[in-house]
């Protein structure tokens, strides 16, 4: 095989354990480029093709994830990671727990550890690498790693998120979450909901975004028929898809362009947490972004009254 072909054949694990890294889907894509060009300019073949391209994209997340990390601080409102629709790495007996992993919760308290432990959990926790492996991928001893992902696994299994077992019962109650949202029903979505869901919009700055997270099944409820009722008189619409691993949805303006992508936490047959992205820069990667702040213009100006 080329050297095109064997690198093709590992894209999907490079870019799953860099998207678990770093939170960021153009994050991990530039990762494994630069991973592809470092590979590309080695004059000799590595012993191990899969050791070697996974040391490279996780030292290369690892240098990303600490300037990130920087920017983050000073990142306007809550910071969520890019929205996933698909992870391009599949292994059929652990499907449930990647798709766990992935999650916008699980990222979050991802983003509580320091990078280093991050990188070890992910490659140890998640992908199942042996500590040999993960002592090369991290640049650290064995005892070092075995240190580093007990703290991270202590860390986790603390704010570990809990999602709907049944992922069948998950997205009929989801069918049934965005049926009541088309349809403008606060009295079908508050029965939907966990008495304190959460509701929260990362918008960066950048697009228009809620002030503050909104708490229980009532506001939430009646904020989520009106906001969409206000948007649907513009044409806006919306198609339910996987989200991060969770029920979610896309949402798009009159011309298909993106506007924001929703993620619900579903558990014991409630939505426990709401979360919606509108940050276009974190929305590139889905198509064309819809310019959310002349939408919410085209909002208000409906909403007032004709003379």
């Not at 960021?24 to 991973?35: I, K, L």
């Not at 691993?245 to 947490?273: N, P």
């Not at 919606?276 to 702040?293: F, Q």
Request: hydrophobic share 45%; glycine share 6%; net charge positive.
């Amino acid at each position: 095989m080329t050297r095109e072909t064997e690198f093709e054949e590992l894209r999907p694990l490079l870019f799953s354990i860099s998207y678990r890294i770093l939170g960021s889907v153009t994050g991990a894509e530039d990762a494994v480029q630069e991973t592809w060009l470092r590979f590309q300019a080695s004059p000799t073949r590595p012993r191990s093709l899969k050791a070697f391209l996974s040391t490279t994209v996780t030292r290369i997340s690892i240098d990303v994830l600490g300037s990130a990390r920087v920017r983050r601080e000073a990142y306007v409102g809550p910071w969520f990671p890019e929205p996933l629709l698909a992870d391009p790495y599949q292994d059929p007996e652990r499907s449930v727990e990647l798709a766990d992993s992935v999650s916008m919760a699980a990222l979050l308290l991802l983003e509580r550890l320091s990078p280093l432990e991050r990188a070890v959990f992910v490659l140890r926790e998640v992908f199942d690498f042996g500590f040999p492996e993960v002592a090369s991928a991290v640049g650290r001893s064995e005892a070092a790693c075995r240190q580093l992902a007990s703290r991270a696994r202590r860390h986790m299994q603390n704010g570990r998120p809990r999602f709907e077992a049944d992922r069948k019962q998950r997205d009929v109650l989801a069918a049934r979450f965005f049926a009541a949202l088309r349809e403008g029903d606060v009295a079908g979505l508050r029965e939907l909901l966990a008495a304190d869901v959460s509701l929260a919009g990362d918008g960066g700055g950048k697009a228009p975004q809620l002030a503050r997270v909104i708490v229980g099944a009532a506001a939430v409820a009646r904020l989520l028929a009106s906001a969409f009722r206000r948007v649907a008189q513009i044409g806006a619409t919306f198609e339910p898809r996987e989200v991060n691993g969770q029920a979610g949805a896309i949402f798009r303006d009159r011309d298909g362009k993106v506007l924001h992508t929703l993620a619900l936490d579903v558990l014991d047959g409630q939505v426990q947490t709401i979360r919606s992205v509108i940050n276009p820069d974190k929305l590139g990667h889905l198509g064309p972004v819809a310019d959310a702040w002349a939408i919410d213009r085209e909002v208000r100006q409906a909403r007032r009254p004709t003379k």
